[in-house]
């Protein structure tokens, strides 16, 4: 299948939405978490928001959440007397969470999608580990751009001649990546070195993002479906080519795999914060051009071509 390369607009992807990609929840939250359990009133609660300066806090009982509680649910208790009533009556019970490894670009979705103004962030054993708030994730994003910047500096310093000093009629870099199907404790660590290779040649920061992207999301279907497979990205003074292959069960339908909010993943997948089915249509946002080719029990090659 080949696609129509997107609008310019399209395209563009910022230095945050980038590190939003490689930058993990954990890197993010408060792990000081201020809880409180089901047994304490809404009088006590009122006292713990004021001592703290918070606006809300997890309910935890026998060292496991249960709850969430905010100052809305305060508001309303207290407009309608009941302050002596206790947070596990008022509490909004299982909340949505975030897992503390899961890429820090689905926090920023989840928040706007929600519009909550907190998740409590928890481990894959279901252990409660941190907060997470907007102004987390703008402090983690503005931290993780002063540190990128000083250390690429002096990479780029030492690589981004490479182009210019090689004489030669063609010149091509390759790289390969092998991705492990199923291990999401390494899912990004592909694209991620991708990423940081890329920047040491110089690339412009622009075509930087936009491979970084469509990277992550072509090895994020690699984890999620596929046994594993590889990504080979060969680099030319004029653009980059990411090759991305798979022995795996194939797609079926391919055109309607491209459809945004398609997903085949299984449910535990999901629970886990992956398989949205928005993969596909952004590699083809970030893609100058896009092809796929897919069999079913044979496997899947997908190219994109990004200029320079």
């Not at 954990?26 to 089901?38: F, N, R, S």
């Not at 899961?102 to 481990?123: C, D, M, Q, T």
Request: net charge negative; charged share 25%.
């Amino acid at each position: 299948m080949s696609s129509q390369p997107p609008s310019l607009e399209q395209k563009e992807v910022t230095k945050l939405q980038e590190l939003a990609y490689e930058l993990r929840v954990g890197q993010a939250m408060t792990t000081q978490v201020v809880t409180v359990t089901p047994e304490t009133t809404m009088a006590e609660f009122r006292e713990v928001l004021r001592a703290n300066r918070i606006s809300g806090t997890p309910v935890v009982e026998g060292g496991r959440m249960v709850g969430i509680i905010s100052i809305e649910d305060l508001i309303k208790a207290l407009a309608a007397g009941e302050s002596e009533a206790t947070v596990g009556e008022k509490m909004t019970p299982d909340p949505a969470v975030l897992y503390e490894d899961e890429p820090l670009i689905h926090a920023v979705s989840k928040f706007s999608r929600l519009g909550y103004g907190r998740f409590p962030v928890v481990n894959r054993e279901g252990d409660l580990v941190g907060i997470i708030v907007q102004g987390d994730i703008v402090r983690a994003l503005l931290r993780r751009l002063e540190v990128e910047y000083h250390e690429e500096e002096i990479h780029r310093y030492r690589a981004s001649h490479i182009f210019e000093d090689i004489i030669a009629d063609q010149i091509t870099l390759v790289f390969r990546y092998r991705v492990a199907g199923g291990d999401f404790h390494r899912a990004g660590e592909a694209s991620s070195k991708l990423k940081r290779t890329l920047t040491r040649l110089g690339i412009h920061p622009h075509a930087v993002r936009r491979v970084a992207i469509a990277s992550y999301e072509a090895e994020m279907n690699l984890v999620i479906y596929t046994e594993g497979g590889e990504i080979t990205a060969e680099v030319q003074p004029d653009q980059v080519r990411i090759e991305v292959t798979d022995d795996g069960p194939g797609i079926p339908d391919v055109e309607k795999a491209m459809e945004p909010g398609f997903s085949t993943a299984p449910e535990w997948v999901r629970e886990m914060g992956f398989g949205a089915g928005m993969g596909l249509p952004n590699i083809q946002n970030c893609a100058d051009e896009m092809k796929m080719e897919s069999e079913v029990g044979v496997g899947t090659r997908l190219e994109i071509v990004i200029y320079l």
